[in-house]
């Protein structure tokens, strides 16, 4: 299973930001996808996941804050992200490969880096 994830950077407190991760094989309307992050000097978080019928599931820090989409004829999962803060500065991996509901996966793509200044 291969992910691209993209659209990281780095903005300022209150603002906003949407990734994207695009899968490039299966077949994507029955997948399972979600998002987890990386900050330095610690282990991966989940973040959200959405399920292949658009069920979706957050971590208490970003509810409200973030939300989790899907574009099936995309083949694309979404992360729209705002109000961030500093402690959301993170490399953000997607995922997929459901094993538990919601934040056990079992493929991760490459991270995309999102920088938030206080």
């Known amino acids: 299973v291969q992910l691209q994830a993209s659209g990281g950077g780095l903005v300022q407190a209150g603002d906003s930001l949407r990734l994207s991760c695009k899968t490039l094989?299966?077949?994507?309307?029955?997948?399972?996808l979600a998002w987890a992050r990386q900050a330095p000097g610690k282990g991966r978080e989940f973040v959200a996941a959405i399920k292949w019928n658009s069920v979706t599931a957050y971590t208490d820090s970003v509810k409200g804050r973030f939300t989790v989409s899907r574009d099936n004829a995309e083949k694309t999962v979404y992360l729209q992200m705002n109000s961030l803060k500093p402690e959301d500065t993170a490399v953000y991996y997607c995922?997929?490969?459901?094993?538990?509901?919601?934040?056990?996966?079992?493929?991760w793509g490459q991270g995309t880096l999102v920088t938030v200044s206080s």
């Open positions: 094989n299966g077949l994507f309307s029955e997948q399972n």
């Open positions: 995922g997929t490969g459901l094993r538990r509901w919601p934040d056990d996966f079992d493929y």
